[in-house]
């Protein structure tokens, strides 16, 4: 496979409190080969963002990927993905720290910034897995 799309996203409903993220994967014609929504307990949304980006590099790991494009709605996270920002926060360090080696091992990885509206399905697993925790959660 001579590369793939990540689309992805997280989020967290108060900042920090409960988070997801959702992951789509598509081969180099479009078509969506991997999929993935994924509750990572209570942290902010830019570490939400960081765990959807991590989840999906560890999906892809054992696939022949050589080139990966990631789009992400975050600005902010792209600009630190691609250094134009400093990362302060420790555990956004370590987070981005674990994603440079694992983007290493993958090959040629890029990030680029999307319109929310453009990272629609990402946003809506988030959603869906949010909302499923709450309603678990007020079943109780």
Same mark, same amino acid.
């Given at each position: 496979?001579?590369?793939?799309?990540?689309?992805?996203?997280?989020?967290?409903?108060?900042?920090?409190?409960?988070?997801?993220?959702?992951?789509? &994967?598509?081969?180099?014609?479009?078509?969506?080969?991997? &999929?993935?929504?994924?509750?990572?307990?209570?942290? !902010?949304?830019?570490?939400?963002?960081?765990?959807?980006?991590?989840?999906?590099?560890?999906? &892809?790991?054992?696939?022949?990927?050589?080139?990966?494009?990631?789009?992400?709605?975050?600005?902010?996270?792209?600009?630190?993905? !691609?250094?134009?920002?400093?990362?302060?926060?420790?555990?956004?360090?370590?987070?981005? #720290? !674990?994603?440079?080696?694992?983007?290493?091992?993958?090959?040629?990885?890029?990030?680029?910034?999307?319109?929310?509206?453009?990272?629609?399905? #990402?946003?809506?697993?988030?959603?869906?897995?949010?909302? #499923?925790?709450?309603?678990? !959660?007020?079943?109780?």
């Amino acid at each position: 496979m001579s590369f793939i799309k990540i689309y992805t996203d997280g989020g967290a409903r108060g900042n920090p409190g409960p988070a997801a993220g959702g992951i789509l &994967i598509f081969d180099e014609n479009d078509k969506l080969i991997k &999929i993935n929504a994924k509750y990572f307990g209570k942290m !902010t949304n830019n570490q939400a963002e960081y765990e959807a980006l991590l989840t999906a590099f560890r999906m &892809i790991q054992v696939m022949d990927v050589k080139n990966a494009k990631c789009y992400l709605d975050s600005d902010l996270i792209v600009k630190q993905l !691609t250094g134009i920002y400093k990362v302060k926060n420790p555990i956004i360090k370590r987070l981005k #720290a !674990t994603l440079d080696k694992l983007a290493v091992q993958l090959g040629k990885v890029e990030y680029f910034h999307i319109r929310r509206e453009e990272n629609k399905f #990402a946003d809506k697993l988030v959603n869906i897995v949010l909302d #499923a925790k709450e309603q678990r !959660t007020a079943n109780r």
